[in-house]
């Protein structure tokens, strides 16, 4: 599995706020969103999912238009080949881990036993090997949210949506869903843009970070670069954090 490229001009209006914010990246890159409360970070990554229609702007992935304000293309979300995963992992509770990972599949046509097997690799690559038939009700929250990724990436996406999903966690938890998100990202040389409060998971997951203030992107650039030389009061308090281990 490759990622695609991803092109996006997202221009959504609501009740006053106004996002107009352009985010890219070349296929099996791995791109970190920053920004205050309300900046409109998960409006971007729903626009991008086709769950928030643009206003204006478009949106490309790979060689396809999957929206354009101007022509009115809107392809459902459903067909985007986009996985959104978020801080609730929002598995099936009715189904196994095992079912849940090979959901997607299932839905693309893959044959029952086919989708059942590889759901078992992918259990065994987040560290839930022999864990398939359990349901969620019987999981923990980290062991939930690696079903979830596995699910997400199970489903071959061609870009993967993270909107902070390791707020709910604990520390420690956080810190080994981290590493393993960064290792399976690589693994499946997945396309990602990755939503953070937490310069940790941009230092760790991302080679590109882009801070999105008020709507409008304030500063992108090299991780590294954008928490060394920061061009605004919120990254400069995030990067000081960082540097302390705190939260900002």
Not at 126 to 147: C, E, F, M, Y
């Amino acid at each position: 599995m490759t990622g695609a490229a991803l092109d996006a001009h997202i221009v959504v209006r609501r009740h006053g706020f106004d996002l107009d914010a352009r985010i890219a990246a070349v296929p099996g890159e791995v791109v970190a969103v920053m920004g205050p409360s309300g900046a409109g970070k998960s409006t971007l990554l729903t626009a991008i999912a086709g769950l928030t229609r643009l206003d204006g702007g478009a949106v490309r992935l790979g060689e396809s238009v999957v929206a354009d304000a101007a022509t009115g293309v809107h392809v459902p979300p459903d067909r985007r080949g986009v996985v959104l995963l978020g801080q609730d992992p929002r598995l099936f509770p009715h189904l196994s881990a095992r079912e849940n990972v090979a959901f997607g599949p299932r839905a693309k046509g893959v044959d029952k036993a086919i989708a059942r097997r590889d759901a078992d690799e992918w259990l065994a690559r987040v560290g839930l090997d022999g864990a398939g038939t359990r349901h969620p009700d019987r999981l923990s929250g980290g062991q939930q949210q690696r079903v979830a990724l596995a699910r997400a990436l199970a489903a071959d996406p061609r870009v993967l949506l993270l909107d902070e999903p390791l707020t709910s966690l604990d520390v420690e938890t956080a810190a080994d869903v981290r590493a393993l998100l960064r290792a399976q990202l690589d693994a499946a040389r997945a396309t990602a843009v990755v939503v953070s409060h937490d310069a940790t998971d941009a230092s760790a997951l991302a080679a590109r970070l882009v801070v999105v203030e008020g709507g409008r992107i304030a500063q992108e650039g090299a991780v590294d670069d954008v928490l060394g030389a920061p061009a605004t009061r919120f990254i400069a308090a995030v990067a000081a954090a960082h540097r302390f281990g705190g939260t900002p």
